[in-house]
C-alpha cells in the first residue's frame, strides 16, 4: 500500500539505460535475461521493488543489486509476477470438462495413444493442479483407459519448489467448491496442503516458455496469463514453439485478456473464443 511521504512506485523515473543496466545485473549474476517482457511493465516491477528498498534512484539500486544477492532474488521473483488461482476462470474449466476433455479422450482412445497436458507459466501450481483434480472428479473411468500426463512449467525456481510442496493460502482456493476442497485439501497451520493423489499426478520443472524447443508432443497446452507480459514479437515467437509441440487436433488455452498473434493465427480454429480455446488445424 502506498505510504504518505515515500514516492509512489509509478513516480519513480526508471530511464531506458538504467534498465538497460539492471537488465546486464540479472544477466550476469542469474542468467536472466528480460529482453522478451515489455519495458513499461518491467520498468513499473522494478520500481516496485526500488521503494520497498527505500531506493529513490535506479543508480543506488544498481550497486544495492551488486551487493545484495538476495535483492537480486526478490526482484527475479517481482519481475516474474506468480498471481494464480485453483480454478481460475471457472467457466473456462467447465469448457475443458464438457467439451475438451471428452474430445482429447475419445481422439486418444481412438488413437490408442496417452494424452499429454501441458501448463505453461504455472506459478504455485493452481493451474495444473485444478486440471488433475478436475479430472479425478469426472474422468476416473477415462483415466483407468488412458495414460495421463500432466506437466507444469514456470521461470522461476522457488516457484516450482512452492508448487511441488503444494501448501496454498486459502485466498487462493475461493473458486474451489466446499466438497472438494473437503476432499482434496486439508489444513496445515494457517495453510491448505493439496492431498499426495493430486500431487502425484503433476510433474514441475524450471524452465523458459520461450526455448520450447526440446519440448515434445503435447494434446492440451495452457499458457494463462504469461503471454500478456511479453513484447508483440516474443509472443509470436512463445506461440510459434507452442505450435510446434502441438499436433493437429491439439488444444490451445489462453487468458482472457490474451489473443492469438501473428502467423499462428493460421494454424489455429477457435474452439470457444469467449474462453480463449483454440484447436491446432
Ligand atoms: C500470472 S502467472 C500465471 C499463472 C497461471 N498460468 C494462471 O493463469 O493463473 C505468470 C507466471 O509466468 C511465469 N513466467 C514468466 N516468464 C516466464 C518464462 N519466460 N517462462 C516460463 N514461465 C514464465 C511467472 O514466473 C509466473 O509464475
Same mark, same amino acid.
Do not use: W
Given at each position: 500500500?502506498?505510504?504518505?511521504?515515500?514516492?509512489?512506485? !509509478? &513516480?519513480?523515473?526508471?530511464?531506458? !539505460?538504467?534498465?538497460?543496466?539492471? %537488465? =546486464?545485473?540479472?544477466? $550476469?549474476?542469474?542468467?536472466?535475461?528480460?529482453?522478451?517482457?515489455?519495458?513499461?511493465? $518491467?520498468?513499473?516491477?522494478?520500481?516496485? /521493488? $526500488?521503494?520497498?528498498? *527505500?531506493?529513490?534512484? %535506479?543508480?543506488?539500486?544498481?550497486?544495492?543489486?551488486? *551487493?545484495?544477492?538476495?535483492? #537480486?532474488?526478490?526482484?527475479?521473483?517481482?519481475?516474474?509476477?506468480?498471481?494464480?488461482?485453483?480454478?481460475?476462470?471457472?467457466?473456462?474449466?467447465?469448457?475443458? /470438462?464438457?467439451?475438451? +476433455?471428452?474430445?482429447?479422450?475419445?481422439?486418444? &482412445?481412438?488413437?490408442?495413444?496417452?494424452?499429454?497436458?501441458?501448463? =505453461?507459466?504455472?506459478?504455485?501450481?493452481?493451474? @495444473?493442479?485444478? =486440471? &488433475?483434480?478436475? #479430472?479425478?472428479?469426472?474422468?476416473?473411468? *477415462? #483415466?483407468?483407459?488412458?495414460?495421463?500426463?500432466?506437466?507444469?512449467?514456470?521461470?522461476?525456481?522457488?516457484?516450482?519448489?512452492?508448487?511441488?510442496? &503444494?501448501?496454498?493460502? @486459502?485466498?487462493?482456493?475461493?473458486?474451489?467448491?466446499?466438497?472438494?476442497?473437503?476432499?482434496?485439501?486439508?489444513?496445515?497451520?494457517?495453510?491448505? *496442503?493439496?492431498?499426495?493423489?493430486?500431487?502425484? $499426478?503433476?510433474?514441475?520443472?524450471?524452465?523458459?516458455?520461450?526455448?520450447?524447443?526440446?519440448?515434445?508432443?503435447?494434446? =492440451?497446452?495452457?499458457?494463462?496469463?504469461?503471454?500478456?507480459?511479453?513484447?508483440?514479437?516474443?509472443?509470436?515467437?512463445?506461440?510459434?514453439?507452442?505450435?510446434?509441440?502441438? @499436433?493437429?487436433?491439439?488444444?490451445?488455452?489462453?487468458?482472457?485478456?490474451?489473443?492469438?498473434?501473428?502467423?499462428?493465427?493460421?494454424? +489455429?480454429?477457435? #474452439?470457444? @473464443?469467449?474462453?480463449?480455446?483454440?484447436?491446432?488445424?
Amino acid at each position: 500500500m502506498h505510504t504518505a511521504g515515500q514516492p509512489h512506485p !509509478e &513516480a519513480l523515473e526508471i530511464s531506458d !539505460e538504467e534498465l538497460a543496466e539492471i %537488465a =546486464l545485473i540479472l544477466e $550476469m549474476s542469474r542468467s536472466f535475461s528480460i529482453s522478451a517482457y515489455k519495458d513499461k511493465c $518491467m520498468k513499473r516491477r522494478v520500481a516496485i /521493488r $526500488m521503494r520497498s528498498c *527505500q531506493c529513490h534512484d %535506479a543508480a543506488g539500486y544498481c550497486s544495492l543489486l551488486r *551487493q545484495n544477492g538476495h535483492e #537480486l532474488d526478490l526482484l527475479q521473483k517481482t519481475l516474474t509476477i506468480h498471481v494464480s488461482q485453483f480454478f481460475r476462470n471457472p467457466a473456462t474449466f467447465e469448457k475443458l /470438462r464438457t467439451e475438451v +476433455f471428452p474430445y482429447l479422450f475419445a481422439n486418444a &482412445a481412438a488413437d490408442n495413444t496417452d494424452l499429454r497436458i501441458l501448463s =505453461l507459466g504455472c506459478a504455485g501450481g493452481e493451474e @495444473p493442479y485444478s =486440471l &488433475a483434480i478436475l #479430472l479425478r472428479e469426472h474422468f476416473s473411468p *477415462q #483415466l483407468e483407459q488412458t495414460r495421463v500426463t500432466i506437466c507444469a512449467l514456470d521461470i522461476d525456481q522457488e516457484t516450482i519448489l512452492a508448487a511441488r510442496k &503444494a501448501e496454498f493460502n @486459502p485466498e487462493r482456493l475461493k473458486e474451489v467448491p466446499d466438497d472438494v476442497r473437503r476432499r482434496y485439501f486439508r489444513p496445515q497451520g494457517a495453510r491448505m *496442503q493439496l492431498s499426495a493423489a493430486i500431487r502425484e $499426478m503433476v510433474t514441475f520443472n524450471r524452465g523458459d516458455v520461450t526455448a520450447l524447443g526440446s519440448f515434445q508432443r503435447h494434446d =492440451l497446452v495452457l499458457c494463462r496469463n504469461t503471454l500478456i507480459y511479453f513484447n508483440r514479437p516474443d509472443q509470436e515467437r512463445i506461440l510459434n514453439g507452442i505450435t510446434q509441440i502441438l @499436433p493437429p487436433g491439439g488444444i490451445l488455452v489462453l487468458g482472457k485478456s490474451e489473443t492469438l498473434v501473428g502467423d499462428v493465427r493460421r494454424s +489455429f480454429s477457435a #474452439l470457444c @473464443p469467449l474462453e480463449r480455446i483454440y484447436r491446432r488445424i
